[in-house]
C-alpha cells in the first residue's frame, strides 16, 4: 500500500514538474524583435527575388499552402506541414497535387483568400497571367505542371505533366508564398499584402524595415511578437558591434562568419550562437567553350589539384562540409556517402597523390615545369567570393598553372558570365530547397538560364527526370549519388566546399530555430518570442 | 558690386550645366545598369523580361533624349522616381537631407569652433612645446581615415560603457540625440579642424610678422589686441576659404561617417544608389550637392569681396 502511495506522489510529482516544464515553454505576447539587416533588398517581392536578403524580412508577411516545420532545423519532406492548405493529397497516378485551402482567412487589407488566389501567383509564375513579374528567377520549378485549377472557393489542383513528387518541397519553400490576385506586382514590390503573421508597415531603403503583428492572424494566439523592426546596416563591424551593445535582439541570420563569432562570444559570452551549413557552396564555374578548359584533361587536372580541407580550415576554422553538388550528410539529406564521395578523383584524401596526377594530365596537355599556363581567375569583388579565389590560385601553381585574380563588380558579374568572357570563375550557388529537383535542372540542365557553365549531357539529363519521378526515397538517393558522381567526374561545375555560418541571439529570445539545410525556407518568425 | 555678382552669377550657371553633363555621361559610361544588377541577383537573365524592363524604365531611349527627360524635369522640380524603390526620387532624398545638413553643419563649426583658436595659439606660441603638441595633433588629425577613427570610437565606446552612438531616429534623452549627431560630427570634423588649424597657423604667423603688427606693439597695444583684433581679421581670409573648400570635401568624409556610424544620410544613400545604378536618385542628389558646393563657393567669393574690396575692383 506504501508503494502505491508513493508511486502516486510520484506521478503527481512528475506531472507538477511537466506541466512546470510546459508553463515554462510557453511564449509570451508582446515586444518588437530588433534585428540587423545586411543591406539593403532592392524590392520587398520574394517572388522576384533570389536573395535572402527579402526572404528573412519579408516572410513574415506571408503564408504558403504548406511549409517546412519552423521550429525543426532540417529541411525535409516529413517535415512539412499545412498552412493555408488544410490538407493535400497525389491523385491521377501521383500526376495531380490537390490542395483543401483554409477557410476564414483573410488578407492583411480585409479581402477573403479564395483558391482564386493561390492559381493567380502560379499562373504568374508560370508566365501564363496577364500580369507579369519583372523577374522570375524560380519559373523552372513549375517546368512539369501543366495548369493550376480550381474547384470551388477552397480546393486547387495542380496538373502535372508526369509525376514530380519533389513539387510539394518546393512549395514548401519560403521562395513560395501565395500572392494576392487583387494586388499588382508592383504593389508587390513597394508594400506586399500577405496573410502572414505579421503585416509590412514601411520599408525605408538604406534605413529600415518594419512590420507589425497581424491581430486578424487565422493561428490563434500567434504570432507571440508585436513586430519586428529590421534596420539596415552594411557595415559588418557596426552590426555587429551594436548587437553586442544590445541595440539588437538578434544578428541577421546565417551572416555572423566563425572568425567574427569569436568576437561575439567574446564580448557578448551570454549570447546565443549557433552555427549551420547554409546549403551554399563554393564552385568553380569553367568557361569549357574556349580553350585552355575546352581540354577536358586540364579541367580534370584542376580539380584534382584542390585541397578542399585547406580551404575550409583557412576560411572557416575547420567549420565546413567537403561534398559534391548535394550538400553533404547528416545536415544534407542528399549527399554522397564518405567512401562513395572519396572515390572521385581529387575528392581522395592523399593531396600529393592527386596532383602528382594531376602534373601527368597537365603534362599530356602541352604544360610543365618549363611551361605554365597563365589563367584568369575571375571573382566577384565580396571576401566570401574574392579569398577562397586566392586560395584556389595558390593550389593551382602546384600543378603548373600560373592564375591571376580578376576581380569583378557584382554589377558587371553575370553579365560577363553570360557573355562567356571569362576562363575560369570563383562562384558562390545557394540552394533554395536541399532537394535534387532544385538544384540538377536549375544548374546542370542543358541551355538552362542559371547553368553558367553551359554543361550540356543529355544523358545525365535523362537520369535527372528518372530520379525526379522515383517516389521511393533510398532508391531516389541512389539515383541521387551516382548523378552528383558523374557531375563531379565531368567537372561540370567542381564544388570546392559548403560553408557553415552563425546566428547569434540575446538569451530571452526564444523560439528561433536556424535551418541546417537550407538559408531561405525559416523565417515566419511567429513561434519566436522573448522573454524580458 | 554688381557687375561682379552678375558674372559670378553666369558662371556659376554654365558650371552647373557642365556638372549635369558630366554626371549624366559618367554615370552611363559605369559598366552595368540596374536592370543588369537586378538579374545578376537573381543568377539569371531572360533577354525578353531585360528588354521589358528596360523599356518601362525608359534606358533603352537615346543618351541625349535620357538627359533632356531628365534635367527638363529637375528644373522642372520633377526628379522623376527611384528606379530601386519606385518611390519619387524627392520623397525619397529630402527626408536625407536635413540628416546631412545637420551632420555637415556640426562637423563645420566643430572643426572651426577648434581649429582656428588652436591655430592662432600654435602661431603666438611658436617654437614651444604646447606648439609642437598642437602640431602633432593637427598631423595626426589630417592622417587618420575617418572610417578608422568612426570605427576606434564605436568599439571604444562599446567596450568601455557598453553603448554605441549609432543613429537613433527617436532618441530618448539630450545624451542620445547629442550622441546621435556629435560623435560623428566630431569624427568628420576632425580632419578639417586639423587642416583649419594649419592654415591658421600659418596665416597667423605671416600676418604676426608684418611691419603693422610691429607697430601696433610699438604704439603699446595689449597681445590680446594684436593677437585678435589685428592679425586674426588679416589671416582669416586663406582659412574662409578652407573652410569654404572644405565644406565641399566633406561630403568624402560624410560617406564613410554616415557607413560606420549607420546614419541614414544623403551621403550614404547616394553610395547605396550608385551600387544599383538608380540613376534618378543620382543624378538628382549630385546636382543638388553641385548646387550646394557651387553656391558655398559663390558665398565665399562674396565674403572675399567684403572683406577685402580690392577684390570686387580686380577680379
Known amino acids: 500500500m506504501r508503494s502505491v502511495w508513493a508511486l502516486a506522489a ?68 516529413e517535415n512539412i506541414v499545412p498552412e493555408l492548405a488544410e490538407s493535400w493529397a497525389w491523385v491521377n497516378d501521383n500526376k495531380t497535387l490537390t490542395f483543401k485551402l483554409r477557410q476564414g482567412v483573410k488578407w492583411h487589407d480585409g479581402k477573403p483568400f479564395t ?22 528567377p524560380r519559373k523552372s520549378w513549375y517546368e512539369q505542371v501543366n495548369d493550376v485549377s480550381t474547384n470551388g472557393d477552397f480546393e486547387v489542383s495542380f496538373n502535372l505533366k ?200 597537365m603534362q599530356k596537355a602541352g604544360y610543365g615545369p618549363d611551361k605554365h599556363l597563365a589563367v584568369k581567375v575571375s571573382t566577384r569583388n565580396i571576401p566570401v567570393y574574392r579569398d577562397p579565389a586566392v586560395i584556389l590560385i595558390d593550389q593551382l601553381k602546384s600543378i603548373y598553372i600560373d592564375g591571376e585574380l580578376d576581380v569583378v563588380e557584382t554589377a558587371n558579374w553575370f553579365p560577363k558570365v553570360a557573355r562567356k568572357d571569362y576562363m575560369l570563375g570563383l562562384n558562390l550557388t545557394g540552394n533554395a530547397v536541399d532537394d535534387p529537383d532544385q538544384s540538377f535542372y536549375e544548374n546542370y540542365s542543358c541551355g538552362s538560364e542559371r547553368n553558367y557553365t553551359n554543361y550540356c549531357n543529355k544523358e545525365i539529363e535523362k537520369l535527372f527526370d528518372v530520379q525526379s519521378q522515383e517516389t521511393d526515397i533510398a532508391k531516389r538517393k541512389k539515383l541521387v549519388w551516382d548523378i552528383d558522381k558523374k557531375l563531379q567526374e565531368d567537372v561540370a561545375r567542381p564544388i570546392i566546399f559548403h560553408a557553415r555560418t552563425g546566428t547569434c541571439w540575446q538569451p530571452y529570445v526564444k523560439g528561433v530555430t536556424v535551418m541546417s539545410n537550407s538559408s531561405y525556407n525559416g523565417y515566419r518568425y511567429e513561434d519566436v518570442w522573448m522573454d524580458k | 558690386m554688381f557687375a561682379y555678382l552678375v558674372r559670378r552669377l553666369f558662371l556659376m550657371l554654365v558650371t552647373l550645366f557642365g556638372i549635369s553633363v558630366v554626371i549624366f ?50 528644373l522642372r522640380g520633377d526628379f522623376g522616381y527611384s528606379y530601386v524603390s519606385e518611390k519619387p526620387a524627392l520623397q525619397e532624398i529630402l527626408p536625407r537631407i536635413p540628416i546631412t545638413a545637420r551632420l555637415a553643419g556640426l562637423a563645420l563649426l566643430f572643426s572651426a569652433s577648434i581649429g582656428i583658436p588652436l591655430g592662432v595659439i600654435s602661431a603666438v606660441k611658436q617654437g614651444t612645446r604646447l606648439d609642437y603638441a598642437l602640431r602633432v595633433v593637427s598631423l595626426s588629425g589630417l592622417s587618420l581615415p575617418s572610417f578608422w577613427l568612426g570605427l576606434l570610437v564605436l568599439t571604444a565606446s562599446v567596450a568601455m560603457f557598453g553603448q554605441m552612438p549609432i543613429f537613433n531616429p527617436n532618441p530618448q534623452s539630450f545624451g542620445e540625440a547629442l550622441a546621435t549627431y556629435c560623435i560623428p560630427a566630431m569624427v568628420v570634423g576632425f580632419r578639417s579642424s586639423a587642416l583649419t588649424m594649419r592654415i591658421t597657423r600659418s596665416s597667423m604667423l605671416e600676418v604676426l610678422r608684418q ?100 577684390i570686387r575692383y580686380t577680379d
Open chain 1, 10 to 77: 510520484m506521478a503527481a510529482l512528475s506531472l507538477l514538474a511537466f506541466s512546470t516544464i510546459a508553463f515554462a515553454d510557453e511564449g509570451k505576447q508582446g515586444g518588437i524583435l530588433r534585428m540587423y539587416h545586411r543591406d539593403s533588398p532592392g524590392n520587398a517581392s520574394i517572388h522576384e527575388g533570389a536573395t535572402y536578403s527579402i526572404n528573412v524580412p519579408f516572410m513574415p508577411v506571408f503564408n504558403n499552402l504548406v511549409i517546412y516545420k519552423q521550429d525543426q532545423a532540417q529541411n525535409k519532406m
Open chain 1, 115 to 136: 483558391s482564386a488566389d493561390v492559381k493567380c501567383t502560379f499562373d504568374m509564375l508560370m508566365g501564363k497571367s496577364q500580369q507579369k513579374f519583372r523577374q522570375n
Open chain 1, 162 to 361: 508526369r509525376p514530380q513528387p519533389s513539387l510539394l518541397a518546393l512549395l514548401a519553400s519560403g521562395y513560395t508564398p501565395v500572392y494576392p490576385c487583387h494586388v499588382s506586382p508592383g504593389d508587390m514590390r513597394t508594400h506586399p499584402i500577405g496573410t502572414g503573421p505579421f503585416k509590412f508597415v514601411e520599408f525605408k531603403a538604406n534605413e529600415s524595415i518594419k512590420l507589425t503583428r497581424n491581430t486578424d492572424y487565422w493561428r490563434k494566439g500567434r504570432p507571440y511578437l508585436d513586430g519586428i523592426e529590421f534596420t539596415i546596416i552594411p557595415n559588418r563591424s557596426t552590426a555587429i558591434l551594436a548587437f553586442v551593445a544590445g541595440k539588437f535582439d538578434m544578428t541577421f541570420p546565417t551572416e555572423v562568419s566563425i572568425p567574427l563569432l569569436k568576437d561575439v562570444k567574446s564580448q557578448a559570452p551570454n549570447a546565443v550562437c549557433v552555427v549551420e551549413p547554409n546549403n551554399v557552396s563554393t564552385n568553380i564555374i569553367v568557361n569549357s567553350s574556349a580553350a585552355p578548359f575546352d581540354n577536358i584533361d586540364i579541367r580534370r587536372a584542376m580539380a584534382l589539384a584542390l585541397d578542399r580541407k585547406a580551404f575550409i580550415s583557412i576560411m572557416f576554422e575547420g567549420q565546413g562540409d567537403v561534398g559534391g553538388t548535394m550538400l553533404p550528410q547528416p545536415n544534407g539529406l542528399w549527399g554522397m556517402p564518405k567512401e562513395m564521395l572519396e572515390s572521385i578523383p581529387g575528392y581522395g584524401p592523399d593531396v600529393n597523390a592527386n596532383r602528382e596526377e594531376a602534373k601527368k594530365l
Open chain 2, 25 to 74: 555621361f559618367l554615370l552611363r559610361i559605369v559598366p552595368g545598369n540596374i536592370v543588369d544588377i537586378l538579374f545578376a541577383a537573381a543568377g539569371y537573365v531572360d533577354p525578353a523580361d531585360k528588354a521589358n524592363l528596360e523599356k518601362e524604365l525608359g534606358i533603352d531611349q537615346p543618351l541625349i533624349v535620357q538627359y533632356w527627360h531628365w534635367i527638363s524635369g529637375f
Open chain 2, 211 to 310: 611691419d603693422y603688427i610691429r607697430t601696433a606693439r610699438a604704439k603699446g597695444a595689449s597681445d590680446a589686441a594684436v593677437n585678435y583684433q589685428h592679425a586674426l581679421k588679416n589671416a582669416i581670409l586663406p582659412v574662409i576659404t578652407v573652410i569654404g573648400i572644405e565644406a565641399a570635401f566633406l561630403i568624402g568624409g560624410l560617406i564613410v561617417t554616415e557607413t560606420v556610424f549607420n546614419i541614414p544620410g544623403v551621403a550614404r544613400f547616394l553610395v547605396e544608389a550608385i551600387r544599383w545604378r538608380d540613376y534618378p536618385i543620382v543624378q538628382n542628389l549630385v546636382m543638388l550637392i553641385a548646387v550646394v558646393v557651387v553656391s558655398a563657393n559663390f558665398i565665399v567669393d562674396m565674403l572675399y569681396a567684403v572683406f577685402d574690396p580690392r
